[in-house]
């Protein structure tokens, strides 16, 4: 039996995200959010199934500074070859058939020359990063709200939802969300539902 609560207010504070975070009503299937965080604003008007696009900020490492040094290598292309040339011997052969029988009269141990090249070592230079640094850039990526079997609100009622989008980790092309209820009449869950590989991230909003 599902719980009846006049107002069940789940107001929760995120620092950062709080100054950041735009707000925004739901009211429309699919929505450009235009930042990383937006709080997110459900009326009687909202679809049962929200499409949010939102701005990353991706960190990545990147090089600020390049030096070189000398390393010891074994390259043809740096240090040249060495040639290496040997006599192998290829059997015996018949070198004087006997004109009348065509019998082997003589014969002699024949040969052939193979040549070989062989990289030297020397001292190469090397270019390599001395310094890193961080480079930002902003990437487009996208994400469902699922409202599951919600209970219906009036025309003065509405409910609040946080969604922040973050870069997975630093140097990663992937991009993760958290979804959190603010101020909702009753007592929800969240669950992201499991998907396919290059699906859009989809949270199921439903009661306890």
């Not at 937006?38 to 049962?48: E, F, H, L």
């Not at 040639?83 to 004109?99: A, D, H």
Request: proline share 3%; net charge positive; with cysteine.
């Amino acid at each position: 039996m599902k719980k009846t609560i006049a107002l069940l207010a789940l107001v929760l504070s995120f620092g950062a995200f709080a100054q950041d975070a735009v707000k925004i009503e739901l009211n429309a299937e699919k929505i450009d959010v235009n930042a990383s965080a937006a709080t997110v604003v459900r009326t009687n008007k909202t679809p049962g199934t929200v499409e949010l696009t939102f701005r990353v900020p991706m960190a990545n490492s990147v090089c600020e500074r390049y030096e070189t040094r000398h390393v010891l290598r074994s390259s043809g292309v740096y240090c040249g070859y060495d040639t290496f040339t040997r006599r192998m011997s290829t059997g015996r052969q018949c070198v004087r058939k006997n004109p009348y029988n065509n019998e082997c009269l003589q014969w002699a141990d024949t040969y052939r020359t193979e040549t070989t090249q062989r990289p030297r070592t020397c001292m190469v230079p090397e270019t390599y990063c001395a310094a890193y640094g961080t480079a930002t850039s902003y990437e487009t990526d996208s994400m469902k709200l699922k409202f599951k079997d919600l209970p219906a609100l009036g025309d003065s009622e509405s409910e609040t939802f946080s969604v922040v989008a973050t870069q997975k980790r630093y140097d990663s092309g992937s991009v993760v969300y958290e979804v959190k209820a603010l101020e909702t009449v009753r007592e929800y869950e969240i669950n992201r539902k499991k998907i396919l590989f290059f699906k859009t991230d989809t949270y199921v909003i439903s009661e306890k």
